[in-house]
């Protein structure tokens, strides 16, 4: 399944190329699944939580983060209801939930596990702008490393007590929905993390050219790179023609001018870039969609976390270089903690487990070039063989 994950600064238009970039390829014959968080959109507000059809070839659904809270909360209580009658606690009924701050994460976390099963050809997904987006894409690996901490594999060896402690004690023990719910947690965040990090799922960036598309764009190419998603287009949405003589079209046209120059030239090795035309209006039905046809393209290269030898003179140490364009040497921060690295970049912060052969190596500095880092290791000669 081709994927293909569509965000921008808010405001850009990015529920709209969405669902363009959708119809265009339900058009070329594959069938397309478009999901989305967003209540109405250029599609209509009739859209449901369940797959709907919309055209030839192309389904949307619409997460519902009220429905999927409720139905999450009240399932975690009656499996754990042994525990929660052990305390004395009242349960509750689904009548008085009402959905809690993540909820739209959670909920579209589950949309795409549910999408990967659905058998589509293409996978298109209108994510919230850029900082949720890149918060929404690392959530599945943080939840997860939260999860081997605080519930670790290796202590699941004590399930086979729990009858004798159960009788020894007199009440139910509740290890056994504790680790049963965290085995269920850790399958369905690790087919997410999947999914995300699977070669053909990529990211299509949206913005309007101009100065504030254009930090935005900065800010999101590195938390994007961050967490290691490839961008494949970026849409320079909402492009004005050729304008007449009238002052103030002229200087927006020569604004972006500017901006898609500067564009197409920065992203030309790593990413196309399509522009979409500004209709005149807010784009409304299929034929406004079919209009700006952008269609997927193939995915992109990715740069790959590789592990290099030292440069010369400085025989014997190893280098981990991490792309990470649009960097700048004051906001990156690196500590190690054991076998992982906490790498903060700009305001993104990602903890990174360390390649097996840098385990036995001590940091021993770091540089950043043309925007890849580099993180120097030296072997810790007390992990490392000796060879004679």
């Known amino acids: 399944m081709r994927t293909v994950l569509v965000t921008g600064p808010g405001g850009s238009g990015r529920t709209t190329v969405a669902a363009a970039t959708a119809l265009a390829e339900a058009r070329r014959g594959r069938r397309t699944l478009l999901l989305s968080g967003e209540a109405g959109g250029v599609l209509g507000t009739a859209v449901g939580t369940e797959p709907r059809p919309v055209t030839d070839g192309l389904w949307a659904v619409r997460t519902d983060p009220g429905a999927h809270f409720r139905s999450e909360l009240l399932a975690f209580q009656e499996r754990g209801s042994a525990l929660l009658d052990l305390l004395g606690a009242r349960g509750l009924e689904d009548e008085e939930l009402t959905e809690l701050p993540g909820s739209e994460q959670s909920a579209l976390l589950r949309a795409l596990r549910d999408a990967a099963a659905g058998g589509w050809d293409v996978?298109?997904?209108?994510?919230?702008?850029?900082?949720?987006?890149?918060?929404l894409l690392g959530l599945p690996e943080q939840l997860r490393r939260y999860l081997r901490r605080l519930v670790p594999a290796e202590r699941q060896a004590a399930r086979a007590l729990r009858p004798v402690l159960a009788q020894l004690a007199g009440v139910p023990m509740p290890?056994?929905?504790?680790?049963?719910?965290?085995?269920?947690?850790?399958?369905?965040?690790?087919?997410?993390?999947?999914?995300?990090?699977?070669?053909?799922?990529?990211?299509?960036?949206?913005?309007?050219?101009?100065?504030?598309?254009?930090?935005?764009?900065?800010?999101?190419?590195?938390?994007?790179?961050?967490?290691?998603?490839?961008?494949?287009?970026?849409v320079a949405n909402r492009v004005l023609p050729v304008v007449s003589g009238d002052p103030w079209l002229a200087g927006l046209q020569a604004q972006q001018d500017k901006a898609l120059r500067g564009w197409h030239e920065e992203w030309a090795r790593t990413a196309a870039v399509r522009e979409a035309a500004h209709l005149g209006r807010d784009p409304r039905g299929l034929d406004d969609l079919a209009a700006l046809d952008l269609p997927v393209g193939p995915p992109a290269p990715r740069e790959p976390w590789g592990v290099v030898e030292g440069p010369a003179g400085d025989e014997g140490t190893l280098v981990w270089q991490l792309p990470l364009p649009g960097a700048v040497k004051e906001e990156l921060h690196l500590v190690r903690r054991g076998d992982e690295l906490v790498?903060?970049?700009?305001?993104?912060?990602?903890?990174?487990?360390?390649?097996?052969?840098?385990?036995?190596?001590?940091?021993?500095?770091?540089g950043l070039t043309d925007g890849v880092l580099g993180v120097r290791f030296t072997p810790d000669p007390a992990l490392w063989p000796r060879t004679h």
């Open 123 to 135: 996978l298109v997904v209108d994510l919230p702008p850029v900082p949720d987006a890149i918060a």
């Open 175 to 234: 290890a056994q929905w504790l680790y049963d719910t965290a085995a269920r947690w850790e399958a369905e965040l690790a087919a997410v993390q999947g999914l995300i990090e699977d070669r053909n799922t990529t990211v299509r960036l949206v913005a309007e050219p101009g100065p504030a598309g254009e930090d935005a764009l900065r800010t999101a190419r590195l938390g994007l790179a961050l967490y290691r998603a490839d961008v494949d287009t970026l």
């Open 343 to 366: 790498l903060t970049a700009g305001p993104f912060r990602r903890i990174v487990p360390l390649p097996s052969a840098l385990r036995r190596c001590t940091v021993s500095g770091a």
